[in-house]
């Protein structure tokens, strides 16, 4: 009996110790400043010109709770929260329920989020499943519901919650799926859309219309419990045709979203932003776009990509090099269709665009242009008594000493893979790492071709040191800052550090022409040579393939354009696949450039012009063939005694 009563005196007190830290939470609730909830997680996005191009916090339109059907109202309560104008934000037996299923089951097969506590962690930018996370959203809820009634509440929750495709909040998913107002919509219309936002990758009836219609129906025999609707309506409602004007939706590319899908990767990891401000205040961001060139980068995938294969996937970014500005950027095809960011978030093998890194690293090590090497098919035996036999593309070979100029228009891999061998791989690796790339390298021979794989975005900001004659940037998409009443929070500041040779890139910046440049034709082909009759300016280009990826790496002083081909499940290309590249990066940089002087590089004082045999490398003389002008450093220039370096390797046995 008395451990009875001991009991209900603990119970007792407990309660009334939790009853007044709830009053205490409440009163503390009700003095701090009303959150604004129209601005909260609010951001105004402006181009280079300072021309806004975006706005709200996903969505574009705002509607009043008037304005939106009451089927859509009363289909998102029954499902999301049928408690939603009884309880404080909080729905406590609900709450007892899913944790009681979820531990007896031993995982989470219910979840017990209010529709109050849903539109709270709509007011952040993350969605991390921290205990600090979810402290601020219980937080949030108190406050939501402390200072607002339920119609401001509900409002706010459907104009804010994710519909799929990139459609947040009612009315844009209204007209995106079906070409009318939320306030137009029919039972059948609403229950569809209202079972939409617990997994829009699943239940949008544009991606999975069995998947839809069973949640739909789900959805309706809910409202029948509820006494909502009745049994007739529903079935009338669940066998209405839908006129699902989204599937043309889907035909339009949206892709500046992945440019702005980027800003928000890039604004969560400036630490100087109080959460403040972004949870509550709004931003207005100053970013790098330039409208024009993102129109005709998408317009170019649009145009080139195949349209009888959605299935293959292209990526591109434009940035200029001197400052690291991303001025455009296309992580995928079609954003309605796809969100995935394959510029920012996905890897790739790289090919022999990794070999630039490489001949950089031969370029300090004493190699010239000219330097020679035997193209012919090799085998290298190691001291384990493994071997590697790498081979050229169409098993083509020269069987003659080639020069390093040659070597990079027809992107030899013998050639690389001697080089590697005779340098050791900390060379490529070093250069990698000064360039700013992060990924960690293996110590193997096939490493100058590509076989790690890379962030596009990082890979571009590589390239941007050989572009920027020496000089590492960031590439980045915000310029600064403001708060909503103009106060700056955030101003980047230019960093240009030094990490490489202006002389030797001056070199590698030419022997990367070669690669469209007839002056090569010979028993092999440039690798671009289809376009060395289309361009109308001077880039340094180099391609990379693989049986999975295609890459184009090309730019001048101005501005640096990489393009990225392939399927996101490592299907093999077809051989057909290979021109989408190559197009969409010529045509996307002579748009950009068109009108434009050559913005190429001055010759730097210690470099010198010698006429050569391209091939060989040797110096040219009367009987040359050819001649073309390649660069040294002043004391390097070719002589007809230099040696073929291959009777410096050791371990290399020609087959």
Not at 19 to 36: M, N, Q
Not at 514 to 528: C, K, Q, S
Request: glycine share 6%; proline share 3%; charged share 25%.
């Amino acid at each position: 009996m008395k451990i009875l009563k001991r009991l209900l005196k603990v119970s007792l007190i407990t309660i009334i110790l939790l009853l007044t830290i709830y009053s205490g939470i409440i009163v503390y609730a009700k003095i701090t400043p009303k959150l604004e909830i129209k601005s909260a997680n609010s951001i105004s996005l402006y181009d280079k010109n300072e021309n806004l191009f975006f706005q709200g916090s996903g969505n574009k339109e705002w509607v009043s709770l008037k304005k939106i059907s009451k089927n859509l109202i009363n289909a998102t309560i029954a499902t999301e929260d049928k408690n939603f104008y009884k309880h404080n934000g909080f729905d406590y037996l609900r709450i007892l329920k899913a944790g009681y299923t979820n531990v007896v089951n031993r995982e989470k097969l219910q979840g017990a989020s209010t529709i109050t506590q849903q539109y709270a962690k709509n007011l952040f930018l993350d969605f991390d499943k921290t205990w600090q996370r979810k402290l601020k959203e219980m937080w949030y809820t108190v406050e939501l519901e402390t200072h607002y009634n339920k119609e401001e509440i509900l409002e706010g929750y459907l104009n804010t919650i994710n519909y799929g495709h990139g459609m947040y909040g009612i009315e844009n998913a209204s007209k995106f799926y079906f070409d009318k107002s939320a306030q137009d919509l029919t039972l059948a219309e609403a229950t569809m859309l209202a079972g939409i936002p617990k997994s829009p990758a699943n239940y949008s009836p544009l991606v999975n219309f069995k998947t839809a219609k069973e949640r739909q129906l789900k959805i309706l025999e809910t409202m029948v419990k509820q006494d909502i609707i009745t049994e007739e309506e529903k079935d009338t409602a669940y066998n209405q045709k839908l006129n699902l004007v989204g599937k043309n939706n889907l035909e339009k590319p949206n892709t500046q979203m992945y440019f702005h899908d980027a800003v928000l990767k890039e604004l969560e990891t400036i630490d100087n932003i109080p959460k403040s401000y972004t949870e509550t205040n709004g931003l207005k961001i100053y970013t790098t776009l330039d409208q024009d060139a993102q129109t005709n980068l998408e317009t170019n995938i649009k145009e080139l990509m195949p349209n009888d294969n959605n299935e293959i996937q292209a990526a591109s970014t434009m940035i200029k090099p001197k400052t690291g500005e991303v001025v455009a950027l296309v992580g995928g095809r079609n954003y309605n269709i796809s969100e995935f960011n394959r510029a920012i978030s996905a890897k790739r093998q790289v090919g022999s665009t990794m070999k630039p890194f490489l001949y950089y690293a031969a370029l300090e090590n004493n190699f010239t242009s000219s330097t020679s090497f035997t193209s012919e098919q090799t085998t290298f035996t190691f001291s384990n008594n493994t071997t590697y036999s790498p081979k050229n593309y169409n098993d083509k070979y020269g069987n003659k000493p080639i020069s390093m100029a040659a070597a990079i228009a027809y992107s030899e891999n013998v050639y690389a893979v001697k080089t590697h061998m005779f340098l050791g791989s900390s060379a490529l690796i070093n250069v990698a790492k000064r360039t700013g790339i992060t990924t960690k390298f293996d110590n193997v021979a096939s490493l100058p071709l590509g076989t790690k794989e890379i962030n596009m975005l990082e890979f571009s900001g590589a390239y941007c040191t050989f572009a920027n004659e020496g000089y590492k940037v960031k590439p980045h998409f915000i310029r600064r800052i403001e708060d909503s009443k103009g106060n700056i929070l955030y101003q980047y500041k230019q960093q240009n550090t030094k990490v490489l040779d202006s002389s030797l890139t001056f070199i590698l910046n030419n022997m990367l022409t070669g690669t469209y440049d007839p002056d090569f034709i010979d028993y092999n082909y440039p690798t671009a040579i289809s376009l060395a009759s289309k361009l109308t300016h001077k880039y340094s280009l180099k391609s990379g393939t693989t049986d999975t990826d295609n890459w184009y790496m090309g730019y001048n002083k101005d501005i640096l354009v990489s393009t990225w081909v392939g399927y996101d499940n490592n299907k093999t290309l077809l051989s057909s696949d290979y021109k989408y590249g190559q197009n969409i990066w010529y045509k996307t940089i002579e748009n950009y450039e068109n009108g434009k002087e050559d913005s190429w590089y001055e010759t730097p004082s210690n470099i010198t012009g010698v006429l050569v045999d391209p091939i060989s490398g040797r110096p040219a003389t009367e009987q040359s063939e050819k001649k073309k002008l390649m660069y040294f450093i002043k004391g390097t220039e070719p002589k007809d005694t230099d040696t073929v370096f291959d009777e410096k390797l050791e371990n290399t046995h020609p087959t």
